[in-house]
């Protein structure tokens, strides 16, 4: 999770539990979990450390999507990208916006650094159900293909 107040222990993760449990559901083992400032450095650090060092295949992100001054996790999220996904990111905001209009304004955003794909979610956890439930049957065909046991 990406929030400045949940950092500071003033607010509960909710989206991060939604995050986790939709993991599971894909049979992915949760390998780490954390809870980061908005501050792009700090975001970049860990994406990069858990995806070059930690080997992890999928990180996904929840917070700091917004239009917000202090929403900063596409910027950091960009920062460290090998290649971008952009199908993922819009899918999530084109069928999301059927309910909700002002998920258009989410500027998050997927790609992929080495082998590992990173996926940008909004900070509710409405939000973030709401878009698992548009990417959730592409991604074990996506981890398969960066992982090198599927056909390219």
Request: charged share 25%; proline share 5%; hydrophobic share 45%.
């Amino acid at each position: 999770m990406v929030s400045d107040r949940g950092w500071r222990g003033e607010r509960r993760d909710e989206s991060g539990k939604v995050v986790c449990e939709y993991i599971s559901q894909l049979g992915i083992k949760i390998a780490r979990y954390a809870i980061v400032p908005d501050e792009v450095d700090i975001i970049s650090a860990t994406l990069k450390e858990w995806a070059d060092v930690e080997g992890i295949d999928l990180i996904v992100t929840s917070g700091g999507t917004g239009l917000a001054a202090r929403d900063v996790t596409p910027e950091a999220t960009l920062a460290v990208l090998d290649k971008t996904v952009p199908g993922l990111s819009e899918a999530m905001r084109i069928e999301t916006a059927k309910k909700k209009p002002e998920a258009l304004l989410s500027r998050a955003v997927a790609g992929i650094r080495g082998k590992c794909l990173i996926i940008n979610l909004p900070g509710s956890p409405a939000a973030v159900k709401e878009c698992f439930e548009v990417i959730l049957a592409v991604l074990p065909h996506a981890i398969e293909i960066l992982s090198g046991k599927g056909h390219e």
